[in-house]
């Protein structure tokens, strides 16, 4: 059974930073692309970054690149996303999600349950 | 960035009623889109990849089809279970990007 297990959200002033961290099991992480989609409160879903399986290619919504960086451990079956610069506008909650392959055609067929990131002073 | 744009926002149906969600790209994405259902409190869940492939599991009165910029997500009877939002993604290129989303409610 496909299992992510998202962790590392809280509340965080504006300008501070937050790691998240997803630990993936049941699956072949390392043949896996991955990747981070959040969804402000009572909002629709948004990508914000994913990565090949090897972290050959790396990809940003504009609205985080320069702040956010996505890393992968496939020794520790985990998946991370550095944010830095927080604002209230990455007020949301975040879910780490799977996929076959990162690029065009790609789709997310596992998903965790999400951690929550809450960035106010 | 491509946008998606999905219509209607919302929608009231019945049970055994056939239901048709449209996703428009604003540009040709051939057939790269993905439909995702969410429930309230839960993760989504992947229906369809590739504009029309039924992932594994998902019921077959859900289908999809389109190509280029125009797409359509049809559940053929709804059933109390399939109340919730649909969202469409495309994967034409990076960033990906979702639809606002479509909540279908019961009448």
């Known amino acids: 059974e496909v299992q992510l297990v998202e962790s590392g959200g809280g509340l965080v002033q504006p300008g501070r930073s937050l790691r998240l961290s997803c630990a993936a099991s049941g699956f072949s992480f390392d043949d896996s692309a991955m990747h981070w989609v959040r969804q402000a409160p009572g909002k629709g879903l948004e990508w914000v970054s994913g990565i090949s399986w090897n972290s050959g290619s790396i990809g940003y919504v504009d609205s985080v690149k320069g702040r956010f960086t996505i890393s992968r451990d496939n020794a520790k079956n985990s998946l991370y996303l550095q944010m830095n610069s927080l604002t209230a506008e990455d007020t949301a909650l975040y879910y780490c999600?799977?996929?076959?392959?990162?690029?065009?055609?790609?789709?997310?067929?596992?998903w965790g349950q999400g951690t929550l990131v809450t960035v106010s002073s | 960035d491509i946008q998606m744009t999905q219509s209607p926002s919302s929608l009231s149906a019945s049970v055994a009623d056939r239901v048709t969600i449209t996703c428009r790209a604003s540009?040709?994405?051939?057939?790269?889109l993905n439909w995702y259902q969410q429930k309230p409190g839960q993760a989504p869940e992947l229906l369809i990849s590739a504009a029309s492939s039924l992932q594994s599991g998902v019921p077959s009165r859900f289908s999809g089809s389109g190509s280029g910029t125009d797409f359509t997500l049809t559940i053929s009877s709804l059933q109390p279970e399939d109340f919730a939002t649909y969202y469409c993604q495309q994967s034409y290129n990076t960033p990906s990007t979702f639809g606002q989303g479509t909540r279908l409610e019961i009448k």
């Open positions: 540009q040709s994405i051939s057939s790269y």
């Open positions: 999600a799977k996929g076959p392959f990162y690029g065009s055609g790609s789709y997310c067929n596992g």
